[in-house]
């Protein structure tokens, strides 16, 4: 299952930037556990943190003559997948056991497709700076988990919890595409956005319901690709970075040593930085997969697969085409407002209410996105609703305050100094200053006490003309219409 190592050519990637005069190869592993009540092959439940070994029935603990039977609602959610990713879903797909021993795999071998994956192809589009991004996909396989061994609480023993055992996952394999940490964290990010916006992951990376593996190789320009080592369970975006970036400079440091790169299992260590090797890795003879005797053939309809299509909301993907063809936004900022769904409704609403989408936007991405990322939340949860941030968009567009105004009343909206746009405005004394003859006057005043300035300026020295306008707002208390001010300088400097 090898993605950092793969033979097959990449497609249409750009130059990418080396480091030390090596370039990063980079495939992803991601498990993403699939949204079900029950387990894959049995009626045993998934809830998280019940007490070790209450969640396992007879199936998950291999006992004789248990049979497994398929969770139909796994079934669908890798549909949906494949639909979202543009993927072809196999009309006929195989389980296979994976064999291989280790104290929390009861059976001895682990349920899993091999040669016949149930989603095949696709590729996942995401922003990096700005510029547009593609990966594509090899494949996403349906399997079951393992059970999880537990060190902390036993001296000198190792306890093992079967709860996790069965609990369906989908593995989604990519191609060797990615060409830096940053590439690869956004690329996570992007497929995270997906399988929680479709809703068949919860994507809680510290529960491990979103898990992801980085293979990452190292080579010369227009070498073979690398060794590739293996990263497991990377639980969190800022560890993902931290591990790929030490894994690359630990691989070219070996390589400029004379060492050769083996390839292998590693581990990343938070609190050092470092990675480490667990074990030599794996290839797929050595797991000796076979057809599993116990499950038929998994027969997906066409049918069955449009059925799934008609019922599947708006993809994150269509509503950014839909945000730019309707409210005329970039693509960058079509594609950050549809991280979530409940950003996007945020957006739509306050857009819909003020006629400023572009502005609306703005304040999303910007003020509203740093709040919210601060404390945790979503847009579901800002305290500032869609309307009222709308009538303070209109309040800007129709000059009642400025922006840097409007920033002060929207810190007063958020720690819930009143809801009335108007009223918060008043109360904080922002309402910019529409009397023309009294903004004259602040100008005249400036251009008398700033005669300096003034003969900077007209010497062709922009700016002198800057420091005019900030004294024309520091006068006006910051009232002035900054635009206003700017024109009417001009004016009497001309």
């Known amino acids: 299952m090898s993605s950092a190592t793969a033979t097959s050519p990449t497609a249409a990637i750009r ?60 079934v669908e959610r890798a549909i949906e997948f494949g639909l979202a990713i543009g993927a072809h879903i196999a009309e006929r797909s195989v389980f296979a056991r994976k064999n291989y021993f280790y104290p929390d795999l009861p059976k001895g071998y682990q349920i899993s497709q091999f040669e016949i994956p149930v989603v095949q192809g696709g590729q996942v589009e995401f922003f990096l700076d700005s510029e547009k991004r593609s990966v594509r996909l090899v494949r996403a396989h349906l399997e079951e988990d393992a059970g999880k061994s537990l060190h902390e609480d036993f001296a000198g023993q190792t306890g093992i919890d079967l709860n996790r055992a069965g609990t369906p996952l989908l593995e989604i394999v990519t191609e060797p595409d990615m060409r830096s940490s940053a590439e690869a964290v956004a690329y996570a990010k992007e497929l995270h956005k997906i399988v929680t916006w479709i809703g068949i992951c919860d994507g809680n990376m510290q529960e491990g319901s979103f898990r992801c593996d980085a293979n990452v190789s190292v080579r010369r320009p227009g070498a073979e690709l690398g060794t590739r080592r293996e990263i497991k369970n990377l639980n969190s975006f800022k560890f993902m970075q931290q591990a790929i970036d030490y894994e690359v400079q630990w691989q070219i440091d070996q390589i400029e040593d004379g060492h050769a790169i083996q390839q292998a299992t590693v581990l990343f260590n938070p609190d050092t930085g470092e990675t480490r090797a667990m074990r030599t890795k794996e290839d797929a003879a050595d797991y000796r997969y076979f057809p599993d005797p116990d499950l038929p053939p998994l027969v997906i309809e066409p049918a069955w697969i449009e059925q799934v299509r008609t019922a599947m909301s708006e993809l994150p993907r269509v509503m950014a085409q839909r945000l730019v063809a309707d409210y005329g936004l970039p693509e960058y900022d079509a594609d950050t407002l549809t991280q979530n769904k409940s950003m996007a409704a945020y957006f739509e609403a306050t857009a819909t209410a003020c006629g400023q989408p572009k502005l609306a936007s703005n304040w ?104 005019l306008v900030g004294m024309v707002m520091k006068a006006s208390k910051g009232k002035a219409n900054p635009q206003q001010a700017g024109e009417l300088l001009r004016q009497k400097l001309a």
């Open 364 to 467: 999303i991405m910007g003020e509203v996105s740093r709040r919210l990322n601060a404390s945790e939340s979503t847009a579901a949860d800002a305290p500032i609703a869609a309307a009222t941030l709308a009538r303070l968009i209109t309040r800007i567009a129709d000059g009642t305050v400025s922006n840097n105004a409007a920033r002060q009343v929207f810190d007063a909206l958020w720690t819930a100094q009143g809801s009335d746009v108007d009223a918060v405005i008043e109360s904080l004394g922002l309402r910019q200053m529409n009397d023309a003859g009294a903004l004259e006057k602040i100008v005249d005043d400036v251009l008398a006490a700033n005669g300096k300035s003034v003969d900077e300026f007209r010497q062709g020295k922009e700016k002198a003309f800057n420091a």
């Open 15 to 74: 130059k990418p930037a080396l480091i030390r005069g090596y370039e990063v190869v980079i495939g992803f592993e991601t498990h993403a556990q699939l949204s079900t009540r029950s387990k894959i092959f049995s009626r045993a439940p998934t809830a998280f943190g019940a007490a070790p070994n209450t969640q396992a029935c007879a199936v998950d603990l291999a006992l004789p003559g248990t049979l497994p039977v398929m969770n139909r609602g796994a």
